[in-house]
């Protein structure tokens, strides 16, 4: 009725359909097979899990977000590529912001906002499993960032990064990545995500990662070991979700919640352990002869790994990758670390 031009200014394309990651059952039953006993922290983020994830985000006990926060708050205008020489004047160039995990809005707005600052149009491109977790970052952008255009994709990390890669583009483009998500993964899943996102950017492109370091225990252990209990609800959920997805048979009476940081492997780790011998009904997790899953009394079963890295780490992950550093940002305590690496 305004007489504006409508644009369509957003697109979700999913691609879950060809997420070739294991799905919930098989993952559950080779992860209670598998010695160390595991699950893939990936099951955390049902519903209940993402909810009470944003809620840990608030706790004074929770560094990492509100640590990374600021350093975003303080540093974003440095934070995008420099603008190309090579623009002709009075062209505006696009700057593709591709983000893993996209959802979490806020800490990605004040990185579009800085983009949008630098004379730049901008192009966001969330890839995250989740399409209704997108649905809600692209409605959110649409209230107070409408000049970003949104093309999201439904997608796991590896899915999603494949497909920009077959997708090439002439815009500049910067992965974001941050959170510490990283530090959810083992070295070596940690490495060929990272070739990942490598061959998703040509020369001149740029990597923004996010990335939780190595402290005191006395700062750590409590970031995941909470007054309120909301991160034992947090890791205890992946049994209910289970329950609700499989019709697995846990019960959370069997279970002890168990948090350990061990600054030797530069990791906390967050485990059940179970209080007695248990056979666990496995529902449609189960295969042809093995219907339920024994655990002696006192054996754990891993949840989640949190990688509290150290710099020479970071220096050989981006080795390993084939990254070069080219800016860093740290808070004054020196907690956490946001780097841009180049291809
Ligand atoms: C989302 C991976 C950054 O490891 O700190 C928080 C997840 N687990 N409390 C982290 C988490 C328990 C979190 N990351």
């Not at 959170?179 to 993964?185: A, E, H, I, K």
């Not at 061990?262 to 449609?284: F, Q």
Request: proline fraction near 6%; charged fraction near 25%; glycine fraction near 6%.
């Amino acid at each position: 009725a305004s007489g504006l031009q409508v644009r369509p200014w957003y697109a979700v394309l999913d691609l879950t359909a060809q997420t070739h990651a294991r799905d919930f059952a098989t993952s559950l039953r080779e992860g209670l097979s598998h010695r160390p006993r595991r699950l893939e922290c990936r099951f955390l983020y049902d519903a209940v899990g993402s909810k009470l994830f944003e809620a840990i985000c608030e706790l004074p006990e929770y560094y990492l977000t509100r640590t990374e926060d600021a350093i975003l708050r303080h540093h974003a205008h440095a934070m995008p590529p420099p603008q190309s020489s090579r623009l002709l004047p009075g062209n505006r160039e696009t700057l593709e912001i591709v983000e893993l995990g996209g959802g979490s809005s806020s800490k990605i707005q004040t990185i579009l906002r800085a983009v949008l600052d630098s004379g730049r149009s901008c192009l966001y491109i969330p890839i995250d499993v989740s399409p209704t977790a997108l649905q809600a970052a692209v409605a959110d952008l649409a209230r107070h960032l409408p000049r970003v255009v949104v093309n999201a994709l439904a997608a796991d990390y590896e899915v999603g990064l494949g497909w920009l890669k077959r997708h090439p583009t002439n815009h500049p483009r910067m992965i974001v990545f941050l959170g510490s998500t990283l530090g959810n993964f083992e070295d070596d899943e940690a490495v060929s995500l990272l070739r990942a996102v490598r061959a998703a950017l040509k020369p001149g492109d740029a990597f923004l990662l996010g990335t939780d370091l190595a402290k005191p225990p006395e700062i750590v252990q409590p970031a995941y070991d909470d007054h309120q209990g909301l991160t034992e609800r947090f890791i205890r959920n992946v049994l209910d979700h289970a329950n609700r997805e499989l019709d697995a048979g846990f019960r959370q009476e069997d279970f002890l919640y168990r948090v350990t940081y061990r600054p030797d492997r530069g990791r906390v780790e967050m485990a059940l352990e179970a209080r007695r011998a248990l056979s666990i009904p496995l529902g449609r997790a189960a295969s042809k002869p093995i219907s339920n899953m024994s655990l002696d009394a006192g054996e754990t079963v891993l949840v989640e790994i949190s990688r509290k890295f150290t710099l020479d780490e970071l220096m050989w992950l981006a080795r390993e990758a084939g990254f070069i550093e080219d800016a860093a940002w740290t808070d004054p305590k020196g907690w956490f670390r946001v780097q841009r690496w180049r291809p």
